[in-house]
């Protein structure tokens, strides 16, 4: 297969390559089933950052053995009415999430509010299949976690946040939902990753140097920090998100996960805080209905010719689902050798 030529594959034939790929390395079918959902959920929505190009990181760090390939993760007994608590036992984030969303979304409809804590987790991927998970039970959401330091507090000269990403969903009966997903630095890590192995220099402005000096070079800064997104703005949201999904919950806060985990090049261990809310339950007794209103403000948002949120990543997903999802021949090889060579394939 020559380099410009694609093989196109369903999502359903892409997740058991995927699954087959982690189950060789040692995952059991909870985490690799799991994991394997959101990778190939980045490929359909063309979110490439979160793809396949993912697997390997996994690998690396169950050869790390900084991961628990064979958890189980655990729903644990109730602590307080609206606080639910997944331990993940030293797994992915992805299979306690997946335990933990329908009990999280029985008790926001009984209560109105109510909070998922995932604890001693290895991070993976984007936060909005987890928000998706909840809108798709007609609740609103917001999920967010600490992730290794690599990011610069505004004024700083050095990692001390995490790229700390957080996602808020919006339920739309009968439609896609409303989701955005986003670090507060100025662009997730895997983008300065993509610009390195592609040879382009960063935009102005994303990132300093080890020494604390602005550069456009995606090598140096790997080795220095990235900067928040809109200075002070995202520095306090970021700082936000490490108290509520790293102090509050009593897990690890980026610096203490960098320190723990001892390298960039491995998945970080932490936890993760996600909220659930029931739009009825709170506009019970006002006027008008709540998803009426917002298809309203929606419609008066799109009306002024801006583009709501993920509408890109919905449209590839439903090209993916009509025509499939198309993986250049180099794709198709790194899977190939993931599979054949499993833990081998990574140092």
């Not at 608590?85 to 509010?113: C, I, K, M, Q």
Request: aromatic share 4%.
């Amino acid at each position: 297969m020559s380099e410009s030529e694609t093989t196109i594959l369903t999502t359903a034939e892409l997740g058991r390559r995927v699954e087959a790929i982690l189950r060789g390395a040692g995952l059991n079918a909870v985490q690799a089933g799991a994991v394997a959902r959101v990778i190939v959920a980045g490929e359909r929505d063309a979110c490439k950052s979160h793809g396949i190009y993912r697997i390997e990181g996994v690998l690396r760090t169950v050869k790390a053995g900084k991961v628990d390939p064979q958890a189980v993760p655990e729903l644990l007994a109730q602590e307080a009415p609206a606080i639910l608590r997944v331990d993940a036992r030293s797994g992915f984030a992805n299979p306690a999430v997946e335990l933990g969303a329908p009990a999280l979304a029985e008790r926001a409809r009984r209560l109105g509010v109510a909070a998922l804590v995932i604890n001693d987790c290895t991070h993976f991927s984007a936060l909005w299949p987890e928000v998706e998970l909840l809108t798709g039970m007609g609740l609103a959401a917001l999920a967010l976690c600490p992730s290794y330091a690599t990011v610069a507090p505004t004024g700083g000269n050095r990692p001390l946040l995490g790229t700390n990403p957080l996602a808020f969903g919006w339920p739309r009966p009968g439609r896609t939902p409303y989701v955005f997903d986003f670090a507060t630095s100025v662009a997730a890590r895997g983008e300065i990753e993509l610009h390195r192995r592609a040879g382009r220099p960063l935009p102005e402005g994303w990132a300093i140097d080890a020494d604390g000096r602005p550069t456009t070079s995606p090598a140096a800064a790997l080795a220095g920090a990235m900067l928040p997104f809109g200075g002070h703005k995202g520095s306090a949201i970021g700082t936000m998100i490490e108290l509520l999904a790293g102090i509050m919950i009593g897990d690890l806060t980026s610096a203490e996960a960098l320190e723990q985990l001892g390298s960039t090049a491995l998945s970080p261990a932490h936890g993760e805080l996600l909220l659930a809310f029931s739009p009825e339950a709170f506009a019970a007794g006002r006027p008008g209905a709540p998803f009426d209103r917002a298809e309203r403000l929606f419609e008066a948002i799109a009306g002024q010719g801006a583009r709501l949120p993920s509408r890109r990543r919905f449209a590839a997903r439903a090209r993916s689902e009509a025509e499939g999802i198309r993986l250049t021949a180099a794709e198709i090889a790194l899977l190939d050798r993931l599979l054949a060579l499993g833990l081998d394939a990574v140092a």
